[in-house]
């Protein structure tokens, strides 16, 4: 718990969608929650200078290289972002492709007993798996009924 209040990590596909795509449901659900009293966390975060390196491309993988100074600043600041939420939300909605950053997320989550709250479609999504399904508290198909569903719990 950060502050007294319950803090929300925010998971959820990044490579392969535009920045636009990457941020706005964030930002959505950011706003909603902090409304309600939450501490929000997101991967998004002071990452706007890839707003104008990838304006309407795809944000890019780790590939086949070595990570960078800021590759390794990134995966820890996110692991720690999880160790100090109290719940995770794994919004999995449309991914065309596993993501492997959530994946972990839900690994360090799961290995920490957070709350995790999995958002993704009923038919064809990639991380329909039982392995996914087996560490989540709740799975929704909505991202609003799970956004509401938080509020409620906080209260």
């Known amino acids: 718990m950060l502050e007294g209040r319950n803090a929300v990590y925010l998971s959820g596909p990044i490579t392969g969608q535009t920045y636009e795509e990457a941020i706005a449901w964030r930002e959505m659900v950011a706003g909603r929650l902090m409304e ?11 990452k706007e200078a890839l707003a104008r390196r990838f304006k309407d491309k795809e944000l890019p993988p780790g590939g086949f290289r070595r990570p960078s100074l800021l590759d390794i600043a990134l995966f820890r ?13 794994v919004n999995l909605l449309g991914a065309e492709d596993k993501s492997i950053g959530s994946v972990f997320e839900l690994g360090w989550a799961t290995n920490k007993g957070k709350l995790i709250v999995i958002v993704m479609d009923k038919d064809g999504n990639p991380h329909d798996h039982g392995f996914i399904k087996a560490v989540a508290d709740v799975i929704l198909d909505d991202l609003d009924k799970a956004v509401e569903m938080i509020i409620e719990w906080g209260s």
């Open 36 to 46: 309600a009293g939450f501490v929000v966390l997101s991967p998004m975060r002071r």
């Open 77 to 89: 600041r996110d692991f720690l972002d999880v160790h100090r939420a109290d719940i995770v939300l």
